[in-house]
């Protein structure tokens, strides 16, 4: 069996499979194949992409216990992929897969629920479960959502706490995040070593602005031994990430090399 992970909305698929046994196994009352089957319509696995197949089978899917379903159900809605596009219907099926546990889902709630303060109460219950399902983005989001006044409410210390099981879980932005606090002193007690740590984490999880801090402290010698040589290679490839810290510093560097 195939095993395909899509982006951030567009769901988990766990299970695809081969499109001929799929469809047998959802016509013989498997729901699994069900589902299956809708990721294969949906992907354009061994047939031709067609979203309203898709979503056919993977509400079938959902109907029958299979939470995975009842997500790219809601995923179909929010995107109008094969349906009219509706906000309502999304969000009914993520909460039926958020209430089963799906942390995926729960994110995708909290998401939704980003449009201010006003909402923050519903932010934090669908950030904070998706976290405690160790979803990585939910727990990322909920850190912004103590972090950032134009998300939800301050609370730095709820920040870090949420940004540290961020990072433990696979995101580079969290760690970054956490090398920040560390470096400042200011919410973490400051140590620089620490701030190094979470800084090359995050620069080795491919987040830019990781590597442009964990360059700062090699070009200056902040806490670290001074090394240009490292910090250009940094830069580098911070600049080659997207970051414009990095290309100015990589570009400032390597002139005065």
């Known amino acids: 069996m195939k095993i395909l992970i899509t982006g951030l909305l567009f769901g988990m698929a766990l299970y695809a499979g081969e499109l001929e046994d799929d469809t047998k196994l959802c016509a013989n009352g498997d729901m699994v194949g069900c589902y299956d089957l809708g990721v294969d319509y949906r992907d354009g696995i061994e047939t031709t ?18 939470v995975e379903g009842c997500y790219n159900v809601g995923t179909h809605y ?22 089963n ?3 995926i889902a729960c994110h995708a709630l909290g998401v939704m629920e980003t449009k201010g303060s006003k909402k923050f109460p519903l932010m934090d219950r669908y950030f904070t479960k998706a976290c405690e399902l160790d979803s990585p983005l939910g727990c990322m989001m909920a850190g912004m959502m103590y972090h950032d006044p134009s998300i939800g409410h301050v609370d730095m210390k709820k920040a870090s706490s949420f940004y540290l099981k961020a ?45 442009t801090n ?14 240009i040589p490292i910090a250009i290679k940094l830069f580098k490839q911070a600049c080659d990430g997207g970051s414009p810290r990095g290309c100015k510093g990589y570009k400032i560097f390597k002139e005065e090399k």
């Open 49 to 66: 992409a067609d979203n309203q197949k898709a979503i056919k089978y993977f509400k079938i899917a959902c109907d029958n216990g299979i």
């Open 214 to 227: 964990l360059a700062t402290l090699y070009a200056f010698g902040r806490g670290v031994k001074k090394d």
């Open 167 to 211: 990072c433990k879980l696979g995101n580079a932005s969290s760690c970054n995040s956490i090398g920040v606090f560390y470096e400042v002193g200011k919410v973490l007690k400051k140590d620089i070593n620490q701030a190094k740590e979470f800084y090359n984490k995050a620069c080795e999880g491919g987040y830019a602005s990781g590597c």
């Open 78 to 99: 929010l995107h109008g992929l094969g349906v009219k596009k509706d906000m309502n219907k999304a969000k009914s099926y993520f909460v039926k897969a958020c209430e």
């Open 101 to 103: 546990d799906y942390g």
